[in-house]
């Protein structure tokens, strides 16, 4: 591990996991960090199964419950990108047995995939076809012929007919849509709806709680079945570090090999689509963002007999924590993912920045005649410098207003024309004047004109 932020605060991050297991004495817990692409490190704590002592490994297969909800996020981004459906469409227009469901508020065609994506349908937050207590699961059949007796109540969340929509979207099974078109690509070799005998002497052994006892009791386990898009995945903390570290590549080209999603998608999925009055938190495309003083965290939890998951990550770091507990409710598993991220970042941002020695390269001679102090009407006063070899927008003298700056100017194929690449003008043009004698006389942007002064 050549992380030394990291590396200082292994006994600190240790202890916090050891004591979180003790003090809520949980079965086994597996702990990981992330940093970028890499699992930067793991703690295994306790026992991944009460009878033989083992402990946790990172790759320990538990069931993540409703972290599968962000893996049915992605599926339905990948569809929408390739034209077969929009965020905007109600859920009956390719579920048409949804159209008769119960609306006690709103209407059937106010329930649009974003959201239910984002958990604003109005429905109700359970299925009539099952309850948690007889883990009797609908088919996928059962659920569709149950959707008249699905209640619209309030704006509240559901998720569990994902499934239904990816088939009849694409024709394939939910199931195998996902893997083929996510797991497989990443990589996620773990990743499985279905344990297999290949991987079940990994799996992590789920417990219930018992109350006035010491040992908790092994959990049933029941398949999902028809709701398995909302929580069926079983896991590792190799796996999900991966999974984590996809969310980082906001940067990336367009689906293909391992990104299964455009990077433009990838943002847009992370973008807040409601916000929560006190700004602490916020509803994304799947994902949950929540702030902690300045930083924000997007994740998701699961939860389910035997199992309990947070999967959490900040992206301008890219820096992400995955937490997996086989007991079901996991008590301390929320906390201890806050609780180490927040060290993480607190560490880095300790951590004091030697300023690299700048390039000092000559300025080419053909950026040479922009450069200077550039003033606009009313009193808008702006520098263009030059800065490892760009043209750039900068606040003149430090001004607090500088309007359109910083910003870099972009050459296009036209010498007066220089594209603005970020910032308030992003995109737009600044046009150059010259006079005779070929010197900078001003230059136009945004419905203003700045006079070249010195």
Known sequence: MADCVLQTLVPDIERLAATTVAKYRLPGMALGIIRDRELAWFGGFGT???????????STIARVASVTKTFTTTAIMQLRDAGQL??????????????????IHGDANGVTLRRLLTHRSG????SPTHGWHDLDFPSREEMLGKLPETGIVIPQDSAFKYSNLVYRVTGTPYIEYVHANIIEPLGLASTVFDLTDELRPHFFVGYNPTPYQDRPERAPYAHLNGISAAG???????DLAKWVSFQFQTDGGDRRGAQVLKGSTLVEIQQPQYVE???????CLGWRATR???????????????????????????TGVVV????????????????????????????????EQPALEPTPGALRRFVGYYRAEPGIDVDIEVREGSLRLAAHGGSAYSLHAPAVLEPTDKEAEWLVREGRAAGEI??????????VLSYELGAFVFKKLV
């Open 277 to 283: 009055p006190d700004w602490s938190a916020g509803q």
């Open 123 to 126: 429905l109700v937050t359970e």
């Open 430 to 439: 600044a046009r150059f004047t010259f006079d005779d004698d070929d010197r």
């Open 324 to 355: 997996l507990i086989n007991v079901w409710p996991p008590h301390g598993g929320l906390e201890i993912a806050q609780e180490v991220l927040e060290m993480v970042l607190n560490a880095d941002e300790a951590v004091p920045l030697v300023p």
């Open 232 to 238: 069926q995945l079983h896991s590792t903390v190799g």
């Open 48 to 58: 991944a199964d009460l009878d033989s002592g083992k402990k946790p490994t990172e």
């Open 292 to 318: 902690i003083g300045d930083h924000v965290y997007h994740n998701h939890g699961g939860g389910i007999h035997g199992f309990g998951t947070q999967v959490w990550f900040n992206v301008p770091s890219k």
């Open 86 to 103: 929009k965020l905007e469409d109600p859920l009956s227009q390719h579920i048409p047995e949804f159209a008769s469901a119960r609306a």
